[in-house]
């Protein structure tokens, strides 16, 4: 009996220590986006990099400031010494006794990143891409070799996705964009009233339904994405952004779009899902009001695998 009850003892213990520590990564988590945020926001205006891939970045490699490797060297990207001349420190890593520079604070280590994707050649695709475009940004930095973990990209927009880093991408965009509005010649006198971000006129007021608690309207013949995020005060890289899609797609008559972000899970009473012909993994996302990435990760599939004809997935 006594050694049942220590057992049990140890067993709440260990359980009590886990969820500590896993409030305390989170703490973490936010501190770090909290103390770094300005600077990453001023790299994407410098610099056209995506904040929120700098800070995911920053979080990865840096295990939120807090890994021994990072409070030793400052460095918070895991960038190693090639072409370097400057400090240095040694780790094992995919080899042992390997070389990453050192920095006397972690705004060098920033800028350096910056310096380090924008000069060497083979990331010079991502530059190309918009800074609201993370899930981009995250791909190319692994076809590009940033990192040799093949769940790299992955790991990336799970951190953006959990802590909805996306929102400094945009608030930065729309800086720039206020900017460039504000000093660009000849520039008309928006009259109408109403506050809205732009000034396109959206062909309908759109009525408002909700799944999974989560608010979205239908398209009709002659919508736009820019209208319909016009409607309701916001980007259209934020609409874009709650909707799971990239910058280039057209909207067509009769698509739900969500107008704010889509949960994390499936309502209690959708467990599962049949795959059935013609549907795909954003389609499914839509119909329950579940964001991509999670669908992906609850069913542990790589980010650029389909849905399979007949394939049951897990929606909680």
């Not at 072409?83 to 705004?107: H, L, N, P, S």
Request: proline residues 2%; positive net charge.
């Amino acid at each position: 009996m006594k050694v049942n009850i220590k057992v049990k003892f140890l067993v709440t213990f260990l359980f009590i220590c886990s969820l500590a520590f896993a409030q305390t990564r989170n703490r973490a988590y936010m501190a770090y986006i909290q103390q770094y945020q300005q600077l990453a926001e001023k790299q994407q205006k410098e610099h056209g990099i995506p904040a929120s891939i700098i800070l995911a970045q920053g979080l990865l490699e840096s295990g939120a400031g807090q890994s021994s490797f990072a409070k030793e060297s400052n460095n918070h990207f895991g960038i190693k010494c090639t072409d370097w001349t400057g400090q240095k420190i040694y780790r094992d890593d995919d080899e042992k006794g390997e070389c990453f520079r050192k920095y006397d604070q972690v705004t060098d280590s920033y800028e350096d990143h910056a310096n380090f994707l924008k000069t060497r050649p083979r990331y010079s695709f991502l530059f190309n891409l918009k800074p609201t475009d993370y899930e981009g940004w995250a791909y190319g930095l692994k076809k590009a070799g940033y990192a040799t973990d093949p769940t790299y990209a992955y790991k990336l927009i799970s951190i953006i996705e959990t802590y909805d880093l996306h929102r400094f991408d945009l608030e930065v965009a729309a800086t720039v964009q206020n900017f460039s509005d504000n000093n660009a010649s000849n520039k008309t006198e928006n009259n109408e009233s109403g506050g809205s971000i732009g000034s396109i006129k959206a062909v309908v007021n759109h009525q408002i339904y909700k799944v999974n608690g989560v608010k979205f309207v239908t398209s009709v013949f002659g919508d736009s994405y820019a209208a319909i995020a016009d409607e309701f005060r916001m980007s259209e890289e934020r609409l874009r952004s709650y909707n799971d899609i990239n910058s280039t797609q057209e909207l067509k008559p009769g698509t739900r779009v969500f107008i704010s972000y889509k949960k994390n899970k499936a309502p209690k009473n959708s467990e599962t899902h049949a795959v059935q012909q013609g549907e795909s993994m954003h389609s499914i996302a839509q119909d329950y009001g579940i964001k991509i990435v999670s669908l992906y990760k609850m069913n542990n599939m790589d980010y650029s695998a389909g849905a399979k004809l007949g394939q049951i997935l897990k929606l909680r």
